[in-house]
Structure formats: structure tokens, C-alpha cells
């Protein structure tokens, strides 16, 4: 079975919006109606990075991120968890603050973009695809693509880094507490 055709590239991507899509409306319904609990709080957070740090380390593989970009992503992502559960041990929830919510909806969008891509790319290496005729012309402004994910990317790497030191900072009693 090949696993690198646009169907099943483009099922891939597909499956990922909708995943992100509902986990939006998850949280938003879960708010609105008021109906959030703990374990909820824990878990759609942890949910969330497990499947961010999946997407980001497939996108080393496949050439289309940088390493030390998406090592920044993934160290932060599990630190936080790591002191989500020391809370969790103490009785405490930490509830993720709303420049964290931004970075995962950053996060999402950013993979769901290159996967986009990805998904294309096997008809635009194909330029005479029945599916899609490309010029031969216009090729070389397909090739902008590993440029340009450095730049997006790089925007969750900086929120990364921003929300993480921010987690660290307000967590800095339960940290010294834990450590005794």
C-alpha cells in the first residue's frame, strides 16, 4: 500500500483539522456550558501535546522543519506536562493561560498549513499530473515552501518559549515545594 500519495496525504491533513477542530470546540463548549472538570483540564492539554509533538517530529523526517525548532516545541510541551502532573500530585490544576491556548491554536494552524502542503507536494512534483497541470514555468515557486515553514514555524518557537518561561515563573512555589 502506498502511503505517499496525495489521497492518502490529503486523508492525513483532513484527519488532523477535524482533530483540531473539535478539540476548539471541546474546550469552547465545555466553557460555555460550564461544564469543565478537572480530569478535562489534565487531559485536553496533554491530548493536545501529544499530538503537536507527533506532527512537528513527522515534520523533521520529512525535511520540512528544523530540529532545534521543533526540539524547543516538543521539551516545552512536556515540561508543562511534567508540572501539570506535580500539581495534579499536590491537588492543584494548572489551567492553561490564554497566550497558551493562542500558541496551541498557532500550533495547529501551523501544522495543519504544512500539511496542506504535503499533501499537494506529490502533485506539484508531478507537474503533469492529470489531476493538476502546472507549468514548468511556475516550479520553482513551489520550492518557497522550506523558507517559508522556518518563519511559521519559528512563530510557535518563540510562543513556545514565552508561555513556557511564563509556566515556570508562576509555577516557581509548587516547583520549590516539590523539590524539598
Not at 502511503?3 to 483532513?14: D, K, N, Q
Not at 516538543?74 to 497558551?100: C, D, N
Not at 491556548?101 to 503533469?128: C, D, F, H, R
Amino acid at each position: 500500500m502506498q502511503f505517499e500519495s496525495f489521497g492518502w496525504r490529503l486523508a492525513a491533513t483532513l484527519i488532523f483539522v477535524c482533530a483540531a477542530l473539535t478539540d476548539l470546540a471541546d474546550g469552547y463548549f465545555a466553557r460555555r456550558l460550564g461544564h469543565q472538570t478537572g480530569f478535562g483540564k489534565f487531559m485536553d492539554p496533554l491530548a493536545d501535546k501529544i499530538l503537536i509533538s507527533t506532527a512537528f517530529l513527522s515534520f523533521i523526517g520529512l525535511g520540512y522543519a528544523r530540529d532545534w525548532m521543533v526540539v524547543i516545541i516538543v521539551v516545552r510541551e512536556f515540561l508543562v506536562t511534567g508540572l501539570r502532573s506535580m500539581a495534579a500530585y499536590k491537588g492543584a490544576v494548572i489551567v492553561p493561560s490564554m497566550l497558551a491556548k493562542w500558541k496551541t491554536a498557532v500550533q495547529m494552524t501551523v501544522i495543519s498549513v504544512i500539511m496542506a502542503y504535503g499533501a499537494m507536494e506529490p502533485l506539484l512534483i508531478q507537474s503533469n499530473s492529470a489531476l493538476l497541470q502546472i507549468p514548468e514555468w511556475t516550479l520553482p515557486l513551489f520550492h518557497w515552501n522550506y523558507n517559508l515553514f522556518d518563519v511559521i514555524i519559528f512563530i510557535p518557537t518563540v510562543l513556545s518559549v514565552w508561555t513556557g518561561t511564563d509556566y515556570l515563573l508562576k509555577s516557581g512555589g509548587l516547583l520549590k515545594g516539590m523539590l524539598r
